[in-house]
């Protein structure tokens, strides 16, 4: 059974950046496609965007495109999100899941506020 533990989440300023990181065990992760997701208060959980196994592909949602990346290190066994040009409608938990459009484990979350 995999465990997803995310990190980095924390207060920012508009504008600001942050990394977050999520370090998975239980699996041969270098095998899965990697997804982020976000879940502000009161709105459904969405799509921020994922990643192929050799991290050759991304996809992202318009509303981070060009703002946020997503890389993995596979040695390492952890997945990343940078944030760039944060707003404050990016303020949400966050969560690292396995799979692309099957998705099946889901980190605990790590939490982002933008706000100044």
């Known amino acids: 059974q995999g465990l997803l533990v995310e990190s980095g989440g924390g207060l920012v300023q508009p504008g600001g950046s942050l990394r977050l990181s999520c370090v998975y065990s239980?699996?041969?992760?270098?095998?899965?496609?990697m997804s982020w997701y976000r879940q502000a208060p009161g709105k459904v959980r969405a799509f921020v965007g994922s990643?192929?196994?050799?991290?050759?592909?991304?996809k992202y949602a318009d509303s981070v495109k060009h703002r946020f990346t997503i890389s993995r290190d596979n040695a390492k066994n952890t997945v990343y999100l940078q944030m760039n040009n944060l707003k404050p409608e990016d303020t949400a938990m966050y969560y690292c899941?396995?799979?692309?459009?099957?998705?099946?484990?889901w980190g605990q979350g790590t939490q982002v506020t933008v706000s100044s």
């Open positions: 239980g699996f041969d992760f270098s095998n899965y496609p």
């Open positions: 990643i192929t196994t050799d991290g050759a592909n991304k």
């Open positions: 899941v396995r799979g692309w459009t099957t998705l099946d484990y």
